[in-house]
């Protein structure tokens, strides 16, 4: 039983009784929480994937067809992972971006155009923001957090 389901009277109530956007927060909870159980869901299937790899390769040798296979079957399936990981996390970024007001630079017009804050995902044929993006995104979430708390704190 999720936290969700365990308060669902709670929040029941507050959604109903509340006006609409000062309740918009349990919309975004909810959201947070299905997105981190989705990111720790995947993460755990492309740990069993990496598992079954080597099971599966144990006794082979590496130039074998079947080695060979198994491994592209591997890399074939944690890219489909790594990809959904990658869109999920992206949509936070940006969610939290928007949020403090951060500027992001627009998406390349062009396919496969990578870029220091985009890069080009074939698999679902989509732009998701790089790891420098993401660095550069947290520590401007910071700055705006420390400027809005300095005045409180001195």
């Not at 590496?62 to 992206?90: G, P």
């Not at 949509?91 to 627009?106: C, D, F, G, N, V």
Request: glycine residues 2%.
């Amino acid at each position: 039983m999720s936290s969700i389901e365990r308060f669902q009277p709670f929040f029941a109530t507050a959604i109903f009784c509340a006006d609409g956007p000062q309740m918009a927060w349990v919309g975004d909870l909810k959201r947070y929480q299905d997105d981190r159980d989705t990111l720790i869901k995947l993460r755990h299937q492309r740990d069993r994937h990496l598992e079954s790899l080597n099971e599966t390769t144990a006794g082979l040798k590496r130039n074998s067809e079947e080695y060979q296979i198994a491994v592209s079957d591997y890399f074939s399936s944690v890219d489909l992972i790594d990809a959904e990981i990658a869109e999920i996390e992206t949509a936070q970024m940006l969610r939290r971006a928007e949020q403090w007001r951060i500027p992001t630079p627009q998406r390349p017009y062009k396919e496969a155009e990578d870029t220091d804050f985009w890069e080009w995902h074939a698999v679902h044929g989509r732009y998701y923001l790089t790891e420098e993006a993401t660095r550069r995104i947290r520590r401007d979430v910071y700055n705006e957090r420390e400027m809005l708390m300095k005045p409180w704190l001195t």
